[in-house]
C-alpha cells in the first residue's frame, strides 16, 4: 500500500519524506488555506515547492466546477510539473473531466466520493485514483471502511485499473484496516503513519537490550 501524506505543510511533508516510505502528497483547499496559501499564484508555486521535495504523486485540486473551467484549470495544474495528478470533485461535470483528462494523457484524482456508485463512476471515467472520505463517514456514524471494502471489490469484479486512494485517514488503525481490505494508497496526516512505529514493548525491549549492552562495556 503506498502511503501519501495528506497535508499542505511543507515541514511535515519534509519529515515523511525523510522517513523514506512516502509515495505522494494529496492537499486540498482547505489545506492550503490552513498553511495560509492564499491567491492563485502562491499556491501554484506552492504546489511546485511540494513536488520538489517528494518523489511521487501531488494531488492538485481544480477549484472550477463546470466542464471549461476544469478542463481550463487542470491542464494548467498538469503542465506545473509531471508529478501533479489533477484532483476533480465527484459531480457530473467533474465525470465529465475526468473522462477528458483520461481522454488526453492527464491523470485524475476524483475526491469527494462517499458511496461505492461514486466510485464505480469515476472508474469508467478513467480516473487515475478514487478518494474515499472515511473519516467523514465514520463522522456520521456511517462505516467508511466499508465503504472501502466494497470499491475493492466492485474494481476487482472488473479489473478497473483505478486505485483506491483511502482519503480523511484519521488514524493508524484506519491506515492498518485499509492495507488489510487492500486499499492501494492511504492519505493521512504525519501522526497516522508515526503511530505504526509505536509499541510499548519495543520500548521495554529497547531499553532492557541497552542497558544489559552498558552492564558488559
Ligand atoms: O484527503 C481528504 C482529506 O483532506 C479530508 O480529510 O480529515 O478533513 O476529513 P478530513
Redesign the pocket.
Known sequence: MKFFI?TANLDQIREAQDLGVLDGV???P??MAKEGITGRNNILKHYVDICNIVDGDVSAEVIATDFEGMVKEGEQLAELHEQIVVKVPMIKEGIKAIKYFSDNGIRTNC?LVFSAGQALLAAKAGATYV?P?I??LD?ISTDGLNLIAEIRLIYDNYGFETQI?A????HTMHVLECAKIGSDVM???LSSIEGLLKHPLTDIGLEKFLADYKKGN
Do not use: E
Open positions: 495528506d494529496t492537499t486540498n482547505s489545506l475526491t478518494s472520505f473519516g467523514r463522522d486512494l482519503a480523511s485517514v484519521r492519505t493521512g496526516p
